[in-house]
């Protein structure tokens, strides 16, 4: 039953508005009817829980976990892959191609991690036959198979040093001047160019000849004139070996007053024929070194001595052609 709340009217469960004063009537809820439970009635069910279809939902979450994993696997095949492609990009040791050829037979790069592989190797074979050989020959073969290979900064050094020493051996201006032109920026060329001069300088010239055989004569012709300052005008200041030792203006003097004293009478000289060699030491100072016969005729008083004598002597001259050092011995007397 319900009562209007302004006039007190007595209203119907239905009424939504007081018909006697008109005032509105909110609705009232309805209490739910308890059902008490006896002891002797049956227990009421429990309600069950809605059930889930556990097993998709595992299959679903062990797809994307596997899905996941082979996604991740070859991320990162393909990432190690590369990485070990960049490392036999810039590699000379056989060890990292053999590492790629074994992890990536069917890798992006197989076919050029082989080829880089045997061109590798060939390197490394040419490269031990030119050490075991051990000569120019061997090294100039590596540097025409391989001419940017792993070795050839290490073979145009060695190749250099074995010219060199190819050009020392044989001491001679084409052994140097080979050296030359071969290695312009040689590690020795500084060296070859002042012994390549230095041999050049010992060339002899017709002048060279001209003016030894012009020292020769003038000191033979100071023995024919019996005059030592015209002997000593051929001759350095000091003469390290005057006719087998170390002499001084007065030597030669001795030497030619003996030839007065004796019984000749006349000194004469013929057929002069005279070789020279001319050398230069490691400073440049320049030496000639000359070979002559001659033959000599004395006139004595005693007209049984022998008279005409074969001669045969050396004598060493400075750069200003002067004797330094004379020597004449006779190989046969008439």
Known sequence: MLICPKCGSQLSDDDRFCPKCGTPVEP????????????????????????????????VVAAVIVAAGVCCYFVMQSHGEQQMWEQCENSTDTADFEKYIDAYPDGDHIAEVKAMYAKLKADGEAWNAALNSGDAASLRNYLSGFPGGVHAAE????????????AQSSNSSEGYLAYMQEFPSGSHYQDAVSAYNRIQSTVMTDADQDN??????????????F?????????????VNFMGKRATAKDVSDYISAYRNSDISAISFSGLNVQTQKSASQSGEITYKAVFTVDRRFEREQVEKGTLASMRGTAVLNS?????AITMNKTAEY
């Open 28 to 59: 009232q809820p309805q209490t739910p009817v308890q059902t008490q439970w006896t002891p002797d009635q049956p227990a009421p069910a429990a309600q069950q829980p809605k059930k889930t279809n556990v097993k998709l939902i595992a299959a």
């Open 155 to 166: 073979a145009r050094q060695r190749l250099d040093d074995a010219v060199w020493n190819e």
């Open 212 to 225: 030894v055989r012009a020292s020769i004569e003038q000191f033979l012709a100071g023995i024919e004139a």
């Open 227 to 239: 005059d030592s300052q015209m002997m000593l005008s051929a001759c350095a200041p000091r003469l």
């Open 320 to 324: 200003d052609y002067k004797i330094t």
